[in-house]
């Protein structure tokens, strides 16, 4: 974040107390539940987890053999059956379960009991194939109520699932596939995107020539005739085929707590992205915790998290923290400018939505388009709005507050991360006096702390979690040595989130974004390695740094210096053959801004790039100190090129 507005906002002392008729109807409305969650934190998550349903009982609250955690020990439960069967002998049974709008604005409801029924005969279609517990099942779909029945179907027979982002290309599909070694594909003919058809079959089917471990390939058809895929005889079938032939009921399999539930690739700091572990046990309740008490969750809501399913955000908060509270959950396929820019608050108007959730990547576009979109429809229905992903501005803050929640509705800046699995820092709206683009106070129960380069407590530094959280990630998939030297290894037993962090006189945190190289870009999680390994993948690159620079609404915008091979000449057409390359490797969310092709890089003696002189040249600063550079000439020829290039 710049510093110009770091510095703003740590003057910023606007405090919105929960209005009082929210207060007297809000989920928690005592503050000593800190007090209490902080005298017995396992007493607090168990308080929890007795609300739901298991099999068997478990043992222990928590086994902590730093770095490894077990929560829940010994019990054994299903996330299926606490996200739908617990629903099903009440009131709630012909509750709408699901709310989906696609994108040409067709309308689907699925209420519990035939979510139910759709997920049984699903989980029986997988057990069909020969899908075993155990067994990895990637899914790469678009929104569409069947990515979630899916999900919950693979929750219900034990395979860990894998969500691929629908916007990956299908080169990053098949490295994810084979790093989990997945048995089955699920997949769809298309999704709608902006009126057009993103081709997840034909991605699929190049994926799949590279993907050994894959025997079937289930294809559901959303789009029809405008995709008709080419099917391959004894690997693809449809989906509506397989399920037609399949009964209404699948036992659910009593999984021990720490059976792996999913796998979620994210970026870090290497050029591989890394499957990050959840669990069965933790996850649900910590799922369940937070989405009650953060999103003040009250029987007759709607509630609608904006994320796409393929980030843990809408693992989370589209699917099970939602469900697992018997909540209806709205589901939309498609963009929020299409057919124009006022599509979300046509949606939050048409259904009347009660609680929103949505990125500060988002909020500052709206703000762009201008009040008059979300001016033409009546909001009146919402009472909560929530923001995730990354630092929101003050400024956004206010807009959202003002625009959007029509001054009445309290908003929750939630902090976390795909390895967190649920949220750590958030307001409890009912309660806490909110300051605009601070994530405010831990969530109960969690010990989450800001420290110096040494470790100890700061009121700037880094934010670390001391003590585990039922929810956090159980590994990386493959690769244990990573869990720990990435987590755990910078400051020992305690829990590195790579995130910068100041704490203010009343405790509350501002989070500062990553101190790593991972890049926040339009709210997607993005390694600075990963694209500059997809640059030097062509055969015309030789080096390549790639840097985030502050952008008005992506937040970071991506910019690669690149240095060319022998005598490769450097033209406008290679630089878009470039980007095109960086899509093919990852996806179009990778696409690098801008490209300045150098001679050289400026590196240290010991040869490595400076990064934060690129950073200094990309944001037009005065360059900072050069003394350890090998060769000073070339960071000043460089700062030159690039403001030329502008
Ligand atoms: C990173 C994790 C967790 C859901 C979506 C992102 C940033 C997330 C906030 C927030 C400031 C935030 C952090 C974090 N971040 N929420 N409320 N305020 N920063 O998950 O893709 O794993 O990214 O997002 O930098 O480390 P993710």
Same mark, same amino acid.
């Given at each position: 974040?710049?510093?110009?507005?770091?510095?703003?906002?740590?003057?910023?002392?606007?405090?919105?107390?929960?209005?009082?008729?929210?207060?007297?109807?809000?989920?928690?409305?005592?503050?000593?539940?800190?007090?209490?969650?902080?005298?017995?934190?396992?007493?607090?998550?168990?308080?929890?987890?007795?609300?739901?349903?298991?099999?068997?009982?478990?043992?222990?609250?928590?086994?902590?053999?730093?770095?490894?955690?077990?929560?829940?020990?010994?019990?054994?439960?299903?996330?299926?059956?606490?996200?739908?069967?617990?629903?099903?002998?009440?009131?709630?049974?012909?509750?709408?379960?699901?709310?989906?709008?696609?994108?040409?604005?067709?309308?689907?409801?699925?209420?519990?009991?035939?979510?139910?029924?759709?997920?049984?005969?699903?989980?029986?279609?997988?057990?069909?194939?020969?899908?075993?517990?155990?067994?990895?099942?990637?899914?790469?779909?678009?929104?569409?109520?069947?990515?979630?029945?899916?999900?919950?179907?693979?929750?219900?027979?034990?395979?860990?699932?894998?969500?691929?982002?629908?916007?990956?290309?299908?080169?990053?599909?098949?490295?994810?596939?084979?790093?989990?070694?997945?048995?089955?594909?699920?997949?769809?003919?298309?999704?709608?995107?902006?009126?057009?058809?993103?081709?997840?079959?034909?991605?699929?089917?190049?994926?799949?020539?590279?993907?050994?471990?894959?025997?079937?390939?289930?294809?559901?058809?959303?789009?029809?005739?405008?995709?008709?895929?080419?099917?391959?005889?004894?690997?693809?079938?449809?989906?509506?085929?397989?399920?037609?032939?399949?009964?209404?009921?699948?036992?659910?399999?009593?999984?021990?707590?720490?059976?792996?539930?999913?796998?979620?690739?994210?970026?870090?700091?290497?050029?591989?992205?890394?499957?990050?572990?959840?669990?069965?046990?933790?996850?649900?309740?910590?799922?369940?915790?937070?989405?009650?008490?953060?999103?003040?969750?009250?029987?007759?809501?709607?509630?609608?998290?904006?994320?796409?399913?393929?980030?843990?955000?809408?693992?989370?908060?589209?699917?099970?923290?939602?469900?697992?509270?018997?909540?209806?959950?709205?589901?939309?396929?498609?963009?929020?400018?299409?057919?124009?820019?006022?599509?979300?608050?046509?949606?939050?108007?048409?259904?009347?939505?009660?609680?929103?959730?949505?990125?500060?990547?988002?909020?500052?576009?709206?703000?762009?388009?201008?009040?008059?979109?979300?001016?033409?429809?009546?909001?009146?229905?919402?009472?909560?709005?929530?923001?995730?992903?990354?630092?929101?501005?003050?400024?956004?803050?206010?807009?959202?507050?003002?625009?959007?929640?029509?001054?009445?509705?309290?908003?929750?800046?939630?902090?976390?991360?795909?390895?967190?699995?649920?949220?750590?820092?958030?307001?409890?709206?009912?309660?806490?006096?909110?300051?605009?683009?601070?994530?405010?106070?831990?969530?109960?129960?969690?010990?989450?702390?800001?420290?110096?380069?040494?470790?100890?407590?700061?009121?700037?530094?880094?934010?670390?979690?001391?003590?585990?959280?039922?929810?956090?990630?159980?590994?990386?998939?493959?690769?244990?040595?990573?869990?720990?030297?990435?987590?755990?290894?910078?400051?020992?037993?305690?829990?590195?989130?790579?995130?910068?962090?100041?704490?203010?006189?009343?405790?509350?945190?501002?989070?500062?974004?990553?101190?790593?190289?991972?890049?926040?870009?339009?709210?997607?999680?993005?390694?600075?390695?990963?694209?500059?390994? *997809? /640059?030097? =993948?062509?055969?015309?690159? #030789?080096?390549?740094? &790639?840097?985030?620079?502050?952008? +008005?609404?992506? !937040?970071?915008?991506?910019?690669?210096?690149?240095?060319?091979?022998?005598?490769?000449?450097?033209?406008?057409?290679?630089?878009?053959?470039?980007?095109?390359?960086?899509?093919?490797?990852?996806?179009?969310?990778?696409?690098?801004?801008?490209?300045?092709?150098?001679?050289?890089?400026?590196?240290?003696?010991?040869?490595?790039?400076?990064?934060?002189?690129?950073?200094?040249?990309?944001?037009?600063? *005065? /360059?900072? =100190?050069?003394?350890?550079? #090998?060769?000073?000439? &070339?960071?000043?020829?460089?700062? +030159?090129?690039? !403001?030329?290039?502008?």
């Amino acid at each position: 974040m710049a510093e110009k507005t770091l510095e703003a906002l740590l003057k910023e002392d606007r405090h919105f107390p929960p209005p009082q008729d929210f207060r007297e109807r809000a989920v928690v409305r005592d503050p000593k539940v800190y007090e209490q969650a902080a005298q017995d934190r396992l007493k607090f998550w168990e308080s929890f987890a007795q609300q739901l349903h298991w099999f068997k009982k478990w043992e222990r609250v928590l086994e902590w053999n730093p770095p490894l955690a077990q929560w829940f020990v010994g019990g054994r439960t299903n996330l299926s059956f606490n996200c739908l069967d617990r629903h099903l002998t009440g009131s709630r049974r012909n509750k709408t379960a699901i709310l989906w709008e696609g994108e040409p604005g067709e309308e689907r409801t699925l209420t519990y009991a035939q979510l139910h029924r759709e997920v049984c005969r699903f989980a029986n279609g997988l057990k069909e194939l020969g899908v075993c517990r155990g067994d990895r099942v990637t899914l790469y779909m678009p929104m569409v109520p069947e990515l979630a029945i899916a999900m919950l179907a693979c929750a219900r027979i034990g395979a860990p699932h894998s969500v691929i982002f629908g916007g990956f290309s299908a080169e990053a599909l098949r490295d994810r596939i084979n790093d989990s070694k997945s048995k089955v594909l699920v997949t769809a003919d298309g999704g709608w995107r902006r009126g057009a058809v993103v081709p997840l079959k034909r991605n699929a089917d190049e994926a799949l020539e590279g993907s050994p471990s894959i025997e079937k390939a289930i294809v559901f058809q959303r789009i029809g005739t405008d995709a008709s895929p080419i099917m391959k005889p004894g690997r693809d079938l449809w989906w509506h085929e397989l399920v037609a032939r399949q009964p209404d009921w699948c036992d659910p399999e009593p999984l021990d707590s720490e059976e792996m539930l999913y796998l979620l690739y994210t970026s870090g700091t290497t050029g591989k992205p890394k499957g990050i572990i959840h669990t069965t046990g933790g996850y649900m309740v910590g799922c369940f915790a937070t989405t009650q008490w953060v999103f003040d969750l009250k029987e007759e809501d709607l509630f609608w998290c904006t994320a796409d399913i393929g980030w843990v955000t809408g693992h989370s908060y589209v699917v099970y923290g939602p469900l697992l509270n018997g909540a209806t959950t709205l589901m939309y396929e498609g963009a929020p400018d299409f057919p124009a820019k006022d599509r979300f608050w046509t949606i939050v108007k048409k259904y009347g939505v009660n609680v929103f959730y949505t990125a500060p990547t988002a909020i500052r576009a709206f703000m762009k388009w201008g009040e008059e979109w979300p001016k033409k429809h009546n909001l009146s229905s919402l009472r909560l709005l929530g923001s995730v992903g990354e630092p929101i501005n003050p400024e956004a803050w206010i807009w959202y507050r003002q625009t959007i929640g029509g001054g009445r509705c309290p908003i929750v800046d939630t902090w976390w991360q795909t390895e967190t699995g649920h949220i750590l820092i958030s307001p409890l709206p009912g309660i806490t006096d909110l300051k605009p683009g601070s994530a405010t106070r831990p969530f109960p129960g969690i010990e989450a702390d800001v420290v110096d380069d040494k470790g100890n407590s700061a009121d700037a530094g880094y934010l670390v979690i001391r003590s585990p959280w039922p929810g956090m990630l159980r590994g990386i998939y493959g690769d244990p040595e990573r869990y720990k030297t990435q987590y755990w290894a910078r400051f020992p037993g305690v829990y590195f989130t790579g995130d910068g962090c100041k704490r203010d006189a009343d405790g509350y945190f501002w989070l500062l974004g990553r101190v790593d190289d991972v890049l926040k870009v339009s709210g997607h999680r993005l390694s600075t390695m990963e694209i500059e390994s *997809a /640059l030097v =993948d062509h055969q015309s690159v #030789a080096e390549s740094a &790639v840097i985030g620079k502050p952008h +008005e609404i992506k !937040e970071n915008a991506i910019v690669a210096f690149v240095t060319l091979k022998g005598n490769v000449k450097a033209t406008p057409e290679l630089m878009d053959e470039l980007k095109a390359h960086v899509v093919k490797k990852i996806g179009s969310i990778a696409r690098p801004d801008e490209i300045l092709f150098t001679a050289e890089l400026p590196k240290t003696r010991s040869g490595k790039i400076m990064r934060r002189l690129l950073r200094d040249i990309a944001e037009g600063k *005065a /360059l900072g =100190d050069t003394t350890t550079l #090998a060769d000073t000439s &070339v960071v000043q020829a460089l700062k +030159e090129k690039y !403001e030329e290039s502008e």
